[in-house]
């Protein structure tokens, strides 16, 4: 059965750094997301992305991030300047319809 | 705006036995769906089961089966005949039927199954 999949499953990186956080959708789905997760808290949306665009994003989602589709088969999410409290589980998502979302494995980013 | 809460940080069963976890949610809108995802250990969240608010029936898939009560904002998941694999972290999650990509999750509930 088809995966959404995501690499790395663990980042380490200093306060201030430039973060790429990548996935692979599932081939034909056609809506793509990501989540995060603090340690202890709830997932929580960060933005949404159909058609080569943001959709839909949470005031999480401030300048410091951005998403991409650089091919056709993955979806980054970028983080310009990372802030201790960044640090977090970061999950992928698709969907092809834009209802069921399928999840991936998700990405540990430890800021130190 | 809309809340989900699990107020069972975790719960246990025994194997084959049935359990059930608990989910309330506040929203003033009439049409929304609901979700149980199950995520084991390392592993990614995958959907258990939907339920479509405009929908009175409850929806099952195998073993499990909902409680969907729209009025009390209640939405319980029923795990029947539990086996060791459903030992998981299970998140009720809501979204509005009105065009928006959020899903707005719970606190988690971590099941234990026990032999």
């Known amino acids: 059965e088809p995966e959404v999949t995501q690499t790395p499953s663990h980042q380490v990186t200093q306060m201030g750094q430039e973060v790429i956080l990548r996935c692979v959708p599932i081939?034909?789905?056609?809506?793509f997301y990501w989540y995060r997760q603090i340690l202890g808290q709830k997932v929580e949306f960060l933005v949404s992305?159909?058609?080569?665009?943001?959709?839909?994003k949470s005031e999480i989602f401030d300048d410091q991030f951005s998403v991409e589709r650089p091919d056709g088969s993955n979806f980054t999410l970028k983080i310009r300047s990372t802030k201790l409290e960044d640090s977090a589980m970061y999950f992928c998502?698709?969907?092809?319809?834009?209802?069921?979302?399928?999840f991936g494995p998700g990405t540990r980013l430890t800021v130190l | 705006a809309q809340t989900v809460t699990q107020s069972q940080p975790e719960m246990s069963v025994q194997e084959a036995e049935t359990v059930t976890l608990s989910c309330t949610y506040d929203t003033s809108e009439s049409d929304y769906y609901l979700f149980w995802y199950k995520q084991p250990p390392s592993r990614q969240m995958i959907l258990v089961i939907r339920?479509?608010?405009?929908?009175?029936q409850n929806a099952t898939e195998n073993r499990f089966s909902v409680n969907f009560q729209k009025a009390a904002k209640s939405f319980s998941l029923k795990i029947s005949d539990s086996q060791l694999g459903d030992a998981a972290m299970y998140f009720c999650?809501?979204?509005?039927?009105?065009?928006?990509?959020?899903?707005?999750f719970g606190t988690g509930t971590r099941l234990q199954v026990f032999p």
């Open positions: 998502a698709s969907s092809h319809t834009g209802l069921d979302r399928f």
């Open positions: 992305f159909y058609n080569n665009e943001i959709s839909e």
């Open positions: 999650a809501y979204r509005s039927a009105v065009w928006t990509d959020k899903l707005i």
């Open positions: 339920q479509e608010a405009y929908k009175q």
């Open positions: 081939s034909n789905h056609l809506y």
